[in-house]
């Protein structure tokens, strides 16, 4: 019987649900997509999307089909990707998933050299931020509310170190970094000339 349809807000968040899931061959690998291919008619609402996913650690494949309440935004690459355009939470990654996707982008982006990509990577992560945030009640309770765990790795992870869902530890990583439009209004200013080249 083939898997139900995953809700995802945009194709980023697709791609992130990817790099965050775990392989259930090896149990140690994330995925790696590669084309995406549209199920749907076009112009049909939702967007039934088919993405054939890889693992990079045993090359195990399996093929998800994502859906998407409206058809995919064009984006400009220079201004960075898209992850949620609405002000509901995800549906298919937990708040401890988007911690985790936090966590992997910024070591990523401590190991790059190209100063460009090291932005992209900082809105990424931000991003992700952003999206845990989202999880958390207005009220005073410093850890998420049951709902927002459901991922069996995440309820693990809380059970292990409940301080690393904390609502305000996450808020003060995400005060150290630029705001989102000030990330993109980085991304899309043309490279500067060097003064020696004028």
């Not at 112009?43 to 054939?52: E, I, N, Q, R």
């Amino acid at each position: 019987m083939p898997e139900s349809p995953l809700a995802a807000h945009s194709l980023a968040e697709a791609h992130l649900y990817a790099m965050v899931s775990r392989c259930a061959s090896c149990g140690k690998g994330s995925f790696r997509a590669t084309e995406t291919k549209r199920l749907s008619e076009p112009g049909a609402v939702p967007v039934l999307l088919s993405m054939p996913l890889e693992c990079v650690v045993c090359g195990t494949s399996r093929n998800a089909v994502f859906q998407l309440a409206a058809s995919p935004v064009a984006q400009n690459p220079e201004a960075g990707a898209v992850v949620n355009p609405t002000d509901e939470p995800s549906r298919i990654l937990d708040v401890g998933q988007w911690i985790t996707l936090f966590q992997m982008i910024t070591e990523a982006a401590s190991k790059q050299l190209d100063k460009k990509e090291i932005r992209h990577l900082g809105l990424e992560a931000a991003l992700c931020l952003e999206e845990a945030l989202r999880f958390y009640d207005d009220l005073e309770n410093d850890l998420p509310p049951p709902n927002a765990i459901f991922n069996e790795v995440s309820r693990q992870t809380f059970r292990n170190h409940p301080e690393l869902f904390s609502k305000t530890r996450l808020i003060k990583l995400r005060q150290k970094l630029p705001s989102l439009d000030a990330m993109r209004s980085i991304l899309r200013e043309p490279p500067r000339r060097r003064w020696w080249k004028r």
